[in-house]
C-alpha cells in the first residue's frame, strides 16, 4: 500500500439532495477538478416548517468549490428537479443543460427571478456531450412530464448511469418510448454504477400507460351531457394533449385556467411540444358564448390548492367560471402526500355544487410517472452495473430498492444506501464511503433565504398553538412599583373582552411578581422581574385554562 | 289539508355531526315530548385549527330540549362515537346505554374528567330496551372494535335502522358475525327509514375479513428471528387478540407498551373480551431477561403520534425498549387521513434502525372495520327501507352512498341526504326535509370549551407563518416626542441579533410615523398613531422580507 505508484484520482458521487427525502434533487459528480451537477430541484416544506415557503439545498460545498463546477445537467422540468435554480444560478452562474422543455421551464422561472444572464443549452435525447473529463448521453425516458432524459455519464473510471425519473411506458403519448436498446447497450459495454429513483419500488408490478389515461378521458367525455372541467398538473404535456384530443373528437372546444397553466401550454405549444388545432382554444371570457356541451376547461387545482382555478370555480370565487348542476369534473391526478385533504374538501365542495366528479378512487384518471418494481427490475438487468446506489426516495424507498437489487443477484457489499452530503468514492474496481460534506435543507421564506432556523420555527409553532400575550410594566425607577395598571395585550390565545376575570387575575398574578421581585428593591437587582413575571403568568394562564402562551414581559422604566 | 283531525306529532331525525363529515357522530331521534340521542363523538381538529385540542357537536340544541332527552345511545366505543361523552354528561346527565366494553371505554374517559356520577346501563347485542315513546333494539354488527352494535328503533310512526358503523365478516374473531338474519327480519317486518354509514363507498366490492389479519400475523411471526413489535389500535380488541394468539402459538411472551394499550387490555381482559394465557403477559421492565425471539411488543403508535411508545422506541426515546437490527416491526393499520406523513415518519426511522418493517403498503396488515359497495347493498337489500338516509360520511360519500341506493331501486324523492342540524321529519308514509336546529361546531382547547373563535384562530395562523414584532413606543406626553429608542421585540420573524439592519429600518420607519402623527400635535389628536405606526412597519417590512409579521405597537405616554 505504502509503496503505490502515483494516485488516479477517484470519481466521487455525492448527493446533496433526494436522498432520505423525496424532494430537491440534486447529485454531484466530481474526478480531479472537474464537477458537475446533475439536478437542482426544491421541495415543499414540511408541515412543521410554519410559514416557509420553499426548501432548497445547502449548497456550501458547491459555493466552496466552485472553481470545479463546470455545468448543471436537468433530467427534467419538474420542481423537485428545478426549483432551487433561481437560488443557485445567483450564486453559481455556471452553463446549464437541459431538453428544450425543461429549460422552457426553467426560463419561465427565472424571469419570475429576473435573472436574464443564465448560460441556457438545450440538449435532445440521443446527444452526447463533454464537459471536462466527463462525457454525458442523454437518454431518452419517458415520466409525468415531455422531455425527460436519463444520463450515461462516462468518467475516467466508468460509466455512471443516473436513471433521473422514469417510467417505461410502450404507448408513450409523443410515441417514443423509454430508450430501453441505449440502457442494454449501455449494459453490454460496462457500467460502473446505477444510480436509479425509488419513488414507486414498494408498488409491485409495472405502472399503466399514459395512452390509458387517454382511453378513460374518452369514456367520460362521451358520456358527459354538459361542461366538462378537467384539472391537471401544467407541466403534464401528454395528459393536457390527451384531453385536447379528447375535446377535439367530441368536437369541444377548449379554455385553459390557471396561470401555470397558460404559460406551460403557450411554452409547449411554442415549441412544438404541444398541438392544440387552430381555432379550438378559446378564450375564458368567450365561455359564455358556448353551450356547455361545446366546452372543456383545462384548469389547475388537481391538488386542492387554495388560490388554484379549480378551488375558486368551487368556491364561486372565480370571476368567469361557476361549478352548477351538469358539469362533469375530472381531476386527474392523486394527491402529492400532504394534500389529501385539500383535494377531499374540493371534492366535496364540488358536489355540494351538483357536479359530476371522477377521480383516482372512482376511476382510472391518473397514472404515476415512476417506475414499478418489474420496471425497476427491467433497467437493472440491461444495465447490469458493478454497483448500485438507489436514490430518489425516503429512507425505507432507499432500503428497498436495494433488496430489490440484491434479490436481482447484487451482491451486499456492492450495494450503497446514500446519505445526504455522504461522500461515494469510486475507482475502476471499487467503491467505498469516504466521508462527508456539508448539506442540508435551507429554508425559503419570503425574500430570507436561510434567515429562518430553529428558533425561528419554534417560536412560530409556540405561536401557531396558545398565542400569546404580552405585558407592559410601566415601573417607577424610584419605588420599583407600578406606576399605572399594567396593560395587557393577547393574540391567539383568547379574547380579552370576553376574558375579563382571567385578564384580572393576570394582572395580579404581575401584581405579585413586581413586590418579590422591584419593589422597594434597588434598581440594579431588577434583573430577574422579566423572568419572574413570566413564570408567574405561565403558571397561572396554565391552571386556569391548560393553554400555555408565548408570555413577553416588556419592562419601562419611568 | 285545513279539516284534518288532529295531527299526531311526528318523529323527527336530527342529525348534530357526522354527516358532511367523518367524526362527531351524533343523531337526535325526537317524537312528542321524549327525545333520544345516538352517540356522542368527537373529532380531530382540521389542519387551520391550530392549537385546537378536539372538536366536538354544537349541543345548543339539545340543552334547550334537556326536558326532553331521555338517554344517550352508544353504538361503539370508537371516539367519533364518544369522545363528546364527558363534555355532554356534564351539562346533561341522562341515562347511557352501551355494550360493556362502550361503557368500559366511557367510564374511563369519564375518570380522566373526573365524572363519577354517570348513569351506565349496559345493554348486550339482542336486548330491547324501552325509553319514552321508543322502543330500541340492539343488533350485533361487527367493526373494527369489539361491542359493537346497530339499532332498530321503533317510533309510533315506524321502525328506524341506524347500521351504526359496521362491517360484515362471515369470520369474526369472537365467532359471532353481523346478525343479518335480524336485518332481514326488521326488513320483512317493515322499515320506515335507514341511516347508513357511508365511510367506505367509494370501494367496490367487499372488506377482508378480521381473520384474514391473523394469517398474516402468523406468516412474519413464522418467519421472524428477533423480536416483534406490533402497533395497533388500542381499541381494536380482536386485533391484539389475534396478536396474543399468533405468540402464544409461537411460545412468545407478550408484553404491552403505551397508556391506553395498558388501560384498555386490563378493561378488556377483566371483562372478558380478551383473552391472555396465564404467565403469557410480561411487564416491560422484565423484557431484558428474556431472547428476543421469546418476545412480542404490543405497542400503541400505529399513526406515528409524536408521544406515542412505538415513536418513543424509534426515537431511542423509550425508556426500556430501543429499535435495533433483527427486530420485525408491524404496522397494523392504515394512516387516518392526515396523518401519513406521520406514519411515513416513523417509518422511516424504523428503517434507519435496522429494523424490518411491514406496513399496509407491503402486506395485508390491517382491514378496514366499515363496509364496501357489496356489503352496504346487502344490508339495503335486507332492510329494504322506505326512505334512507345516508350518514357517516363527507359530502361526496353521503352523494355516492344516495347514489347506491338508487342504483337498488330506491326512488330519488325517498333519499334525503342530510345536513348537520337539518331537521327530517316523518309520518307513517311520508318524509320531508323540516328546518333547522342550531348545530356545528365547538373546539375544545385545553380548559376552554368554544373559547377559541374565528379571530382567535386567524392570529394564531398570522403568527403561526410570519410571526410578530411588538414595538414599545415611548412618547412624551407634552411634545409628542419619542423619549427613546423605540424598543423592538420580535418571535418567530427574524432573529433580531442577526438583522441589525433591518431593525435599524424598523426604527427609522416608526420614526417617520411618529413624526407625521405625534411630533408636535395635542395629545387628543393621537388617536391614530398606532395604525400609522403599524401600517408603515407593515410595508417596511415587507418590501425587505416580503414578510408580514403580526405589528403590536404599545404606546407608553410619560
Known amino acids: 500500500m505504502a509503496n503505490k505508484k502515483q494516485q488516479r ?3 466521487q458521487i455525492i448527493p446533496l439532495g433526494g436522498v432520505d ?15 458537475i451537477l446533475v439536478d437542482c430541484g426544491s421541495m415543499f416544506p414540511q408541515e412543521e416548517m410554519l410559514g416557509i415557503d420553499l426548501v432548497i439545498p445547502d449548497i456550501t460545498f458547491l459555493v466552496k468549490n466552485r472553481d470545479k463546477l463546470r455545468a448543471i445537467l436537468i433530467t427534467h422540468g419538474h420542481e423537485d428537479h428545478i426549483g432551487a ?5 445567483r450564486e453559481l452562474p455556471v452553463p446549464v443543460y437541459g431538453t428544450q422543455l425543461s429549460l422552457g421551464l426553467i426560463e419561465n422561472k427565472l424571469k419570475e427571478h429576473r435573472i436574464n444572464n443564465a448560460k441556457l443549452n438545450t440538449i435532445a435525447a440521443g446527444d452526447k456531450i463533454s464537459i471536462g473529463c466527463f462525457t454525458i448521453e442523454f437518454i431518452k425516458v419517458c415520466h409525468s412530464i415531455a422531455g425527460a ?19 417505461i411506458d410502450y404507448t408513450p403519448i409523443d410515441g417514443v418510448p423509454t430508450d430501453l436498446a441505449k440502457f442494454a447497450l449501455l449494459g453490454k459495454q460496462g457500467v460502473l454504477c446505477l444510480l436509479g429513483e425509488s419513488t414507486n419500488v414498494e408498488r409491485p408490478g409495472s405502472t399503466i400507460s399514459e395512452r390509458k389515461i387517454g382511453e378513460t378521458f374518452e369514456t367520460f367525455f362521451r358520456s358527459a351531457k354538459g361542461r366538462i ?35 406551460v401550454a403557450n411554452m409547449a405549444t411554442s415549441l412544438g411540444e404541444m398541438h392544440i388545432p387552430d381555432g379550438m382554444l378559446i378564450e375564458l371570457d368567450d365561455v359564455k358564448r358556448y353551450r356547455d356541451d361545446q366546452l372543456v376547461i383545462i384548469t389547475t387545482g388537481s391538488q ?3 388560490m388554484s382555478a379549480l378551488v375558486r370555480m368551487a368556491m364561486s370565487e372565480h370571476r368567469q367560471l361557476d361549478i352548477h348542476p351538469g358539469d362533469t369534473v375530472i381531476i386527474s391526478a392523486t394527491p402529492i402526500p400532504g394534500n389529501e385533504k385539500f383535494v377531499s374538501r374540493v371534492i366535496n365542495q364540488l358536489y355540494r355544487k351538483g357536479a359530476r366528479v371522477i377521480y383516482d378512487a372512482l376511476a382510472e384518471v391518473h397514472t404515476s410517472g415512476h417506475a414499478r418494481q418489474e420496471e425497476l427490475k427491467l433497467i437493472h438487468s440491461l444495465v447490469k452495473p458493478k454497483f448500485f446506489v438507489p436514490i430518489h426516495g425516503e429512507y425505507r424507498h432507499l432500503v428497498q430498492h436495494a433488496e430489490l437489487a440484491k434479490s436481482l443477484g447484487m451482491r451486499d457489499k456492492n450495494v450503497f444506501i446514500p446519505e445526504c452530503g455522504g461522500v461515494l468514492e469510486f475507482s475502476r474496481n471499487s467503491a467505498q464511503r469516504a466521508g462527508e460534506v456539508v ?5 425559503v421564506d419570503g425574500l430570507g433565504i436561510g434567515d429562518v432556523g430553529n428558533v425561528v420555527l419554534r417560536d412560530r409553532k409556540h405561536l401557531s398553538e396558545d398565542g400569546l400575550m404580552v405585558a407592559v410594566l410601566a415601573l417607577s425607577k424610584e419605588t420599583g412599583e407600578l406606576i399605572s395598571e399594567p396593560e395587557i395585550i393577547s393574540r391567539g390565545f383568547v379574547y380579552v373582552k370576553e376574558s375579563e376575570d382571567l385578564i ?5 398574578a404581575i401584581e405579585s411578581a413586581i413586590a418579590s421581585t422591584t419593589r422597594n428593591t434597588p434598581r440594579k437587582e431588577w434583573g430577574n422581574v422579566k423572568n419572574v413575571v413570566r413564570n408567574r403568568l405561565r403558571e397561572y394562564l396554565y391552571e386556569k385554562t391548560k393553554r400555555n402562551p408565548m408570555i413577553l414581559p416588556i419592562v419601562v422604566e419611568l
Do not use: W
Not at 22 to 29: L, R, S
Open 304 to 306: 386542492g390548492e387554495a
Open 85 to 89: 435554480m433561481p437560488y443557485v444560478l
Open 229 to 263: 372541467i378537467v384539472a391537471t398538473f401544467a407541466s403534464n404535456i401528454h395528459r393536457i394533449q390527451q384531453i385536447i384530443d379528447a375535446a377535439k373528437n367530441h368536437r369541444r372546444k377548449i379554455c385553459l385556467s390557471g396561470r401555470s397553466m397558460i404559460n
Open 21 to 35: 427525502e423525496i424532494g430537491k434533487n440534486m447529485t454531484a459528480f466530481v474526478y480531479g477538478d472537474d464537477m
Open 149 to 167: 432524459v436519463a444520463l450515461a455519464i462516462h468518467t475516467p473510471v466508468g460509466t455512471v448511469v443516473h436513471t433521473g425519473d422514469f417510467k
Open 504 to 508: 384580572a387575575g393576570a394582572r395580579a
Open 9 to 11: 484520482p477517484k470519481l
Open 439 to 443: 448539506a442540508g435543507q435551507v429554508l
